[in-house]
């Protein structure tokens, strides 16, 4: 089955293929921001990507890259010079990875604000367990939203936190107005799997 998204990527499957769950994680935060999804086995780390800016509300505004088993991958067909040592994020799947249980990797996302998301891989469906959807990805489970993009990183978005609790700051009014109707615990699973139900459509 095939899958077609922004960006026209793909989730293919030719064979069966198992599922990992992800524990993903926000660096740093506290209480922590994290996310648990389901994600097929043949999907990118690029596709990884689209997944991980739909399940924390990102904008996909900034560069990412993806840091496993000591070997960087990141987007090849963006106007900027990674380096010699960046490997194609399309070019591999999870599957290819050799992937374990409880194996953690990285993703950074924003080379500025530098939000590192640890990556733990909680568990793996086998393709033949019929209580699971293997095939598309899914979010089961996390906590908060995700932090507003230009927050300043990790220390940035919890100095506004700081000053949203308290209208008598003097940096209030000017935060209030910058975040809005913000809401640091909001977390919605379905809005993030109707977007993903969006972005990754199954094609006949």
Not at 6 to 20: E, G, L, N, Q, W
Not at 38 to 62: K, M, R, Y
Not at 65 to 87: E, I, L, R, W
Request: with cysteine.
């Amino acid at each position: 089955m095939w899958y077609t998204k922004p960006m026209d990527r793909k989730i293919h499957s030719t064979h069966p293929r198992p599922a990992y769950v992800l524990r993903v994680s926000i660096k740093g935060t506290t209480p922590s921001i994290w996310r648990e999804l389901s994600v097929p086995a043949d999907c990118t780390l690029g596709d990884l990507h689209e997944i991980l800016q739909i399940a924390f509300g990102w904008g996909n505004d900034h560069m990412h890259s993806f840091t496993v088993n000591s070997v960087q991958y990141g987007m090849m067909d963006m106007d900027f010079d990674y380096g010699d040592d960046m490997a194609d994020e399309d070019s591999v799947c999870l599957y290819d990875l050799n992937l374990r249980a409880k194996r953690k990797f990285s993703y950074l996302y924003d080379f500025g604000d530098s939000w590192e998301h640890e990556i733990r891989v909680s568990k793996i469906i086998p393709p033949e367990d019929e209580k699971r959807d293997v095939t598309r990805p899914r979010c089961l489970g996390g906590q908060r939203a995700g932090p507003l993009e230009d927050s300043g990183g990790v220390w940035g978005y919890q100095s506004m936190l700081e000053i949203l609790k308290d209208p008598n700051r003097e940096e209030y009014e000017e935060t209030h107005e910058w975040t809005g109707d913000f809401d640091p615990e909001y977390f919605s699973p379905e809005e993030i799997n109707a977007r993903l139900e969006q972005a990754f459509k199954p094609r006949p």
